[in-house]
């Protein structure tokens, strides 16, 4: 494009609160064939909370409360978030009382959902903390070893869910992600958490396929989550699973069929943002993912992804 028509677009973009950061990422986008949008903070809110809390046989709601905020607690996850700020929540409500859960030598598997009281009482520490990358986290709690992460990483640690596992997919299928937490190497309980898809993904998604361009949903989230995400959001694609440092060699995988777009907001994504064609970042996401994209959302709008390729569109056209 000339140099004139390349600064009307930008100037349009930045208006739009959409900053196209280069002449090149201006003309780029206008064929671009794919766009692989990472799901949490990107198709959904990326304020993920507790919807459900399912303990093992004979494991009381109280200890294992406690035992899942200590082990979370370091963790910047924002699922590990939502898990420490229910945990907390109960904590402080009971702090007064020293109420017990209701549900305390339960010989039987016991569920909460919504309002149920239950206390954790006790200040617990977690030490030896670690992160385990597309997993979750460990630590050392009371002595013992600890291990909070989904049914991958259970399974390598030779943990047996039983039936938490029906109750983790029955989570999942409403698009919760169910957290599973271990001790010792026996099964603790089963935290289900899930985050909203954003009021206009499921618009800005059918723009784009309108317009011809296939959209791919890319995940760390197990499959049976990022399924029923698709339900709700009616992208074209699912790419489930993914290790943090995979999520590049996605991108460029499907960039030998055609010009990707990646449009993402966490760390993680970063590599993926500068893999792609076009690297497009969420404005409220964080500045790795800002400084590695070529474009960058002000309003954290997904309709403005289509604009985007719309201005470059209409950019070129005015050469022709
Ligand atoms: P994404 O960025 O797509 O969420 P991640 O690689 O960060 O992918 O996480 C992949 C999966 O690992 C999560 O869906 C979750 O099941 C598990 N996980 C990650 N961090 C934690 C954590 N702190 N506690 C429990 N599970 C976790
Ligand atoms: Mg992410």
């Known amino acids: 494009a000339t140099p004139t028509a390349i600064m009307v677009g930008t100037g349009r973009g930045a208006t739009h609160g959409v900053l196209i950061k280069s002449a090149e990422a201006l003309e780029t986008a206008h064929d ?61 409500a009971a702090g007064e009382s020293g109420e017990q859960c209701g549900k305390t030598g339960n010989a039987g598997a016991c569920e909460t959902r919504g309002n149920d009281v239950a206390a954790v009482c006790g200040d617990v520490r977690v030490t030896d903390f670690a992160q385990v990358a597309g997993g979750g986290v460990r630590g050392v709690v009371d002595g013992a070893m600890c291990v909070a ?39 603790l309980g089963l935290i289900a958490v899930a985050d909203q898809v954003k009021s206009t993904s499921a618009q800005a998604i059918a723009e784009l396929a309108s317009m011809g361009v296939n959209t791919v949903m890319i995940t760390g989230d197990n499959e049976r989550t990022a399924r029923a995400v698709q339900q709700k959001c009616g ?23 055609g010009r990707v777009a990646m449009v993402g907001d966490g760390i993680n994504d970063a590599p993926a943002l500068a893999r792609a ?42 050469i022709k």
């Not at 064939?33 to 109280?62: N, Q």
């Not at 992460?149 to 640690?157: I, P, T, V």
């Not at 074209?236 to 290790?243: E, K, P, S």
């Open 235 to 257: 992208i074209g694609q699912v790419i489930a699973g993914v290790l943090p440092q995979d999520k590049a060699a996605e991108v460029a995988r499907l960039a030998q069929d």
């Open 149 to 187: 992460g989904n049914a991958r990483l259970m399974k390598s640690e030779g943990v047996d869910l039983g039936t938490l596992v029906q109750a983790g997919d029955r989570a999942a299928d409403e698009g919760a992600t169910p957290l599973y937490f271990a001790r010792d190497g026996k099964a």
């Open 32 to 92: 671009v064939k794919t766009v692989v949008l990472d799901k949490t903070g990107t198709i959904t809110r990326g304020v993920p909370s507790v919807t459900a809390v399912t303990c093992a046989p004979g494991v009381s709601e109280a200890d294992f409360l406690r035992i899942a905020l200590a082990v979370e607690k370091p963790s910047e996850h924002p699922l590990a978030q939502a898990v420490v700020a229910y945990a907390e929540a109960r904590t402080g």
């Open 277 to 318: 064609d076009v690297g497009i970042a969420i404005g409220a996401g964080t500045d790795i993912a800002i400084e590695s994209a070529d474009v960058v959302l002000m309003r954290s709008d997904l309709l403005d992804v289509p604009a985007a390729i719309q201005l470059s569109r209409a950019t070129m056209r005015t």
